[in-house]
């Protein structure tokens, strides 16, 4: 997620936060394909949850990609989410913070063993999820259709108070699936590497955003919400077209080589120390190269050569 502090406003709203400080923020909150590209970006402020825009990426975006896993860090995960998530049928892996620190659900009459009883608390309440059954299909169906978002819903679900029937169903069920996705990730290391692996490819996307939005050193000039979504989208179009770039010449670049696929799929598309991002930019629409057409390949001489 990118922070960019905005101008010129104070700390009236009270949008104050440990990046931006006293001057309000927004956060463009973006999902990122396991192809390093990105598909879906939210405007959001930089004080806001991510928990709750988690499902508008995956369910509104417009690429084509059949997602069946997704990844966050702990701000990106909430009981409500992992319970919305099997209704839309996502796998959601979130690297929780401190694991050790949170209490597995079980089901009514279960008993812990003996390595799991100290990380045990009140059973799940079966009766009030079958209760609220038709509400929660109800509800997941106008999410689905677009009758309303999932991250309108889900905040205004988390401003409800607890005595809601709905709220406390879907924090129910939430429970439930966050217990099973934290005894999985106690015992499967595969999924804690897939998980750690899907991060870092955001975060190595994020540190290209961070250098290509360099001439306001991270600010947005602009307070209505529309342009700040055309700057998040304008980013998004630089940064998916380096990407491109990059992965048509290295295809090359490796074949040439003869890099094995076993290394090669370690090898990322997001560098741009190639890229001159300041300066100049003459653009001559006449003298168009041909698309398919590459600039031949540089051989960089080792250090070690005599």
């Not at 997704?70 to 401190?98: C, E, N, Q, W």
């Not at 694991?99 to 990380?119: D, N, S, T, V």
């Not at 108070?161 to 934290?182: D, T």
């Not at 000039?221 to 048509?248: C, H, K, P």
Request: a neutral charge; glycine letters at 8%.
């Amino acid at each position: 997620m990118d922070i960019c502090a905005t101008k010129p406003r104070g700390a009236a709203i009270g949008d104050i936060n440990a990046r931006s400080g006293n001057e309000p923020g927004v956060a463009f909150y973006t999902h990122v394909s396991d192809r390093y590209g990105p598909f879906a970006t939210r405007v959001i402020a930089a004080t806001a949850g991510e928990a709750p825009y988690v499902l508008d990426g995956l369910l509104y975006q417009q690429t084509g990609l059949t997602i069946e896993e997704h990844y966050t860090d702990t701000g990106g995960a909430s009981d409500h989410v992992f319970g919305l998530m099997p209704f839309f049928g996502y796998r959601f892996a979130p690297r929780l913070r401190d694991i050790k620190e949170r209490r597995l659900h079980l089901l009514p009459g279960q008993e812990a063993g003996p390595l799991l009883a100290g990380m045990t608390a009140e059973p799940i309440a079966l009766d009030h999820v079958a209760a609220h059954w038709d509400e929660l299909l109800r509800f997941a169906t106008s999410i689905r259709t677009g009758t309303v978002t999932a991250s309108a819903m889900l905040r205004r679900l988390s401003a409800y108070p607890r005595q809601n029937g709905l709220a406390l169903a879907l924090r129910e069920l939430g429970r439930l699936k966050r217990s099973i996705f934290m005894l999985d990730w106690l015992r499967d290391i595969d999924l804690r590497r897939r998980t750690q692996a899907g991060l870092n490819k955001g975060e190595a996307r994020n540190a290209l955003a961070r250098a290509l939005f360099f001439n306001q050193l991270g600010e947005l000039r602009d307070r209505r919400f529309e342009n700040q979504t055309y700057r998040a989208s304008g980013l998004n179009l630089l940064v998916a077209a380096i990407i491109l770039w990059n992965t048509r010449y290295l295809e090359v670049a490796l074949a040439d080589i003869g890099t094995p696929d076993e290394i090669a799929r370690h090898v990322a598309p997001l560098g741009w120390e190639h890229i001159s991002l300041t300066g100049d930019y003459s653009w001559n629409v006449e003298d168009r190269p041909d698309p398919d057409a590459l600039r031949p390949l540089r051989a960089v001489r080792s250090l070690l050569a005599a």
